[in-house]
């Protein structure tokens, strides 16, 4: 069993930049697909990015295409959310989680393939 830890959130204005950190102990990460997630008050929680095992494999959702980037260090179990020109609508709970599902078992997008996640860090968008 893995465990993750996010890490990384705050507060910035519109069009400033964050890197969110996932780090995961236990289980090896690379054994793991991994993405990340995000929730505003009062809204569910949605899909953000994923990445596979060994960085093969990208899915994002079309709001952050070209703003944000997904990455992995296998060597350092951490997992990486890279998030440029943020907007007041990225403002939200991120959630790092992990699944040992193949890739093409499963939908990245798909927030019930996901087993562990971390508890999530705050990023909160000022316009």
């Known amino acids: 069993q893995v465990q993750l830890v996010e890490s990384g959130g705050g507060l910035v204005q519109a069009g400033d930049s964050l890197r969110l950190a996932c780090a995961a102990s236990?289980?090896?990460?690379?054994?793991?697909?991994m993405a990340w997630f995000r929730q505003a008050p009062g809204k569910e929680r949605g899909f953000v990015a994923a990445?596979?095992?060994?960085?093969?494999?990208?899915a994002y959702v079309d709001s952050v295409k070209g703003r944000f980037t997904i990455s992995r260090d296998n060597a350092k179990n951490t997992v990486y959310l890279q998030m440029n020109s943020l907007k007041p609508e990225d403002t939200a709970v991120y959630y790092c989680?992990?699944?040992?599902?193949?890739?093409?078992?499963?939908?990245?997008?798909?927030?019930?393939?996901?087993?562990?996640w971390g508890q999530g860090t705050q990023v909160t968008v000022s316009s």
């Open positions: 236990g289980r090896t990460s690379s054994s793991y697909a």
């Open positions: 990445i596979s095992r060994t960085s093969s494999k990208i």
């Open positions: 989680a992990a699944t040992s599902r193949d890739w093409y078992l499963m939908r990245p997008e798909g927030l019930s393939y996901y087993d562990t």
